[in-house]
Every structure is written in structure tokens, then in C-alpha cells.
């Protein structure tokens, strides 16, 4: 068994950490939810690319590789800014313990960003701002198996203040089935996002993929952006964005962050990068009742995940 909880019980209750609201039924962080009316209207542009994930899918990583092929390979152009500021999350709104220089909410961001911009978001397929659609924006959703999503999840509760104290992880695995963790079901998201595919212009991607194959996942990226790359820019791409070199970066690794926000001495933002971590936490027996509820609420859909990698 590896370490399950990096603190003692009680210790994680300092600083602004408060219990989730609910949106339109969706378990989500207070702030966000006070602007949720500025998000709702959000005026997408034609060229805006959204990424698209649960949670702890690899996001940062996508949202990097993104915007590296957005600047033709250049490392320090994607150097200029921390992740969060290059690659805006839509729904982000902040209660004062913000890094300087940003603004309190995404969609301010977004509103000063130029065009083509990145767009990072978590939320469901059915809460997506409608102008995403009116105006036929390109959409990258990446997916994670969610045993290795639970157990990045519960460790990125503990460092990440804005959560409520996660508890021990078989009470955390419980939240987790039962979608009472921030963003809701997991099932439903990647679900939701699933069905959607034909109807939107969707490129759905799977973190195992990435991690097997970046060459041919950065590819299919190119291939959905109608982008054409050198062979070198790509290998640049690949070299950056490698779990190793996106760690020691600070613009990538969310190191800059105020400790009063993320406290990376509980566990580093980029933690393993690992596909299959999950054998290192779960029980046998946790193993099992996940399996059989997986079973349960996947059932009828043709959408697979890679458990056994
Ligand atoms: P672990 O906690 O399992 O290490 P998100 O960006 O959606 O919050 O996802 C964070 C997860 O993606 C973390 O997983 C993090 O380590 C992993 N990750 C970030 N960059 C990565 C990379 N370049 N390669 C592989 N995994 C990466």
C-alpha cells in the first residue's frame, strides 16, 4: 500500500478551504458558482479551441502541448506565462487569493486574451456556455481512467486548499463513486462528452493513449487542428511536454501558485504522471466493489477505458 493521506486528520482544515455548492445539481466550488452568470454568458470566438476534461485527466498536459503547437515549438514563448494565464479556465473565479498580476475570474482573462485563445474547461457537456456551439468551436476532450483520476483526485484535495478536507481514501473513493466531489460523476462526464462527439467538433483523446504514443496522440491533435508540422518542431513538442521536463518547469507546474491556494509540500501538483498508480492505493477488496460499479454504470455505452495498463 503507498501513502494514503500526507497529513494527519485535522490538519487539512486551515486556510480557505469550505464545503462544495451545487450547480444545476453539479457539486462545484463556492466562488464559482457566485459567477456562474458570467460564465453562462461567455461569448465564445470561431477560433477558440476549448480543452475539455474531468479533473485530473491531464489537462495541463494537453493544454502545454497545445499551446506549443500554437507557437510552432517555440519553448520560450510558452515560457512567458504560468499554464493558468496561457491557457484560461472558463469557469475559474477566485475569492482574493489570486497570483498577482491575474485577474479574479476566467472570463476576464479570457476577455483580454487574443485571438486564437485556448480555452480550459471541467465542466459537464450539458453546462458548456451555448455560444461554444453557436459559433462551431473546435473541442479537445481528454479522458483518464478513473482509478488513476480518484487517486490524483485525492491527493490534489489535499494540496489544493480550495477543497474540503478529503479524509481518509476509502471515504474519498466513496465520494467519488457517488460523484460528491467537484465536477460530479466522473461516469457522467465522460459519458456526457462521449455522445456528444458527433455533434460537435470533437477530438476525444485518452491520457493512456498520450502516454503510450505522444507521437501519434500530437498527430492526431495536428491532424484535428489541420496544422502541418516539421518533423523537428514536433520532436520539440514531445521533449517539452514530457512529464520530466513539464516538472521542473514553473510555468507548467503550477509551483507559482501562492502556497495559501496549492501547498506543493502535501503533494506536487505533478505528482507521478504515471498510468496504473492506483494499484498502489487500492485494496484488493476496493478493487473489486470499483470494478463492479464501473461495470454498473458504464453499461450500454461503447466507450472503453484502458484499467489494466
Ligand atoms: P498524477 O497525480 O497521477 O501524477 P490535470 O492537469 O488534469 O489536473 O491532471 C494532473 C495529472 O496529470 C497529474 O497526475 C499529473 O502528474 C499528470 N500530468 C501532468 N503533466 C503530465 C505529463 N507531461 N505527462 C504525464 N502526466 C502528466
Given amino acids: 500500500m503507498g501513502l494514503q493521506r500526507c497529513v494527519g486528520p485535522g490538519l487539512l482544515n486551515e486556510g480557505c478551504r469550505e464545503e462544495l455548492g451545487s450547480l444545476h445539481g453539479i457539486p462545484l466550488y463556492k466562488s464559482f458558482i457566485e459567477g456562474w452568470p458570467q460564465v453562462e454568458a461567455f461569448q465564445a470566438r470561431h477560433d477558440d479551441l476549448l480543452i475539455a476534461t474531468y479533473p485530473k485527466s491531464g489537462t495541463t498536459w494537453l493544454s502545454e502541448i497545445l499551446d506549443m503547437i500554437y507557437h510552432d515549438g517555440d519553448v520560450e514563448k510558452c515560457r ?20 498577482l498580476s491575474s485577474p479574479s475570474a476566467g472570463v476576464e482573462l479570457l476577455e483580454k486574451t487574443p485571438s486564437p485563445r485556448l480555452v480550459k474547461t471541467h465542466l459537464p457537456v450539458q453546462l458548456l456556455p451555448a455560444s461554444f456551439q453557436e459559433k462551431g468551436c473546435k473541442v479537445i476532450y481528454m479522458a483518464r481512467n478513473p482509478k488513476d483520476v480518484v487517486i490524483s483526485y485525492y491527493y490534489f484535495y489535499q494540496m489544493a486548499k480550495m477543497h474540503p478536507d478529503p479524509g481518509m481514501l476509502a471515504e474519498f473513493l466513496e465520494a467519488f463513486m457517488n460523484g460528491k466531489v467537484a465536477y460530479g460523476s466522473w461516469y457522467e462526464h465522460v459519458r456526457g462528452w462521449w455522445e456528444k462527439r458527433q455533434e460537435k467538433q470533437l477530438l476525444y483523446l485518452f491520457y493512456e493513449d498520450m502516454k503510450k504514443d505522444p507521437r501519434r496522440e500530437v498527430q492526431k491533435i495536428l491532424q484535428f487542428l489541420g496544422k502541418e508540422v516539421v518533423e523537428e518542431t514536433v520532436a520539440r513538442i514531445l521533449h517539452h511536454t514530457s512529464f520530466q521536463e513539464m516538472k521542473k518547469n514553473p510555468a507548467a507546474n503550477y509551483e507559482t501558485m501562492p502556497s495559501s491556494l496549492m501547498d506543493h509540500s502535501l503533494s506536487p501538483f505533478m505528482r507521478k504522471g504515471i498510468s496504473g ?25 461503447d466507450l472503453c477505458f484502458q484499467m489494466e495498463v
Fill in 80 to 99: 512567458r506565462d504560468a499554464i493558468f494565464n496561457r491557457v484560461p479556465f472558463l469557469e475559474m473565479k477566485s475569492r482574493g487569493h489570486i497570483p
Fill in 277 to 301: 498508480d492506483w494499484k498502489n492505493h487500492f485494496t484488493v477488496a476496493q478493487n473489486e466493489r470499483f470494478d463492479r460499479h464501473y461495470q454498473q454504470h458504464m453499461a450500454g455505452s
